[in-house]
């Protein structure tokens, strides 16, 4: 669900991917809504699973059979991402 996309002043070349198989958008005024409507795929942007594996291991990758790599999307390591403790556990 994308909030107010109307203020978003440039939105190409991403990936939107919902289980239900739609992105809703909601149409704000004044912070309540005013409406709402499906997203759909324009200015390079996709409506698709980008088929992301092992982002249990601390990696996020695609599949070889992603679509998403025309849009030349490079690989994100997580593996530092989180909460670190300090040597001597505080």
């Known amino acids: 669900m994308l909030e107010n996309p109307d203020a ?3 939105l190409r070349n991403n990936v939107f991917f919902s289980t239900e198989g739609t992105v809703q958008c909601r149409k704000l005024k ?3 809504q005013a409406g709402s409507y499906q997203l759909k795929a ?3 942007n ?4 980008p088929l992301i594996v092992e982002f249990e291991k ?7 059979e992603t679509p998403v790599g025309r ?3 490079r690989l994100i390591n997580v593996s530092g991402v989180g909460r670190r403790t300090h040597k001597n556990g505080d």
């Open 8 to 10: 978003i002043t440039t």
């Open 30 to 32: 004044n912070y309540s």
């Open 42 to 44: 324009e200015g390079g």
């Open 46 to 49: 996709l409506l698709i699973d």
């Open 58 to 64: 601390g990696a996020v990758r695609f599949a070889p």
């Open 71 to 73: 849009l030349g999307i």
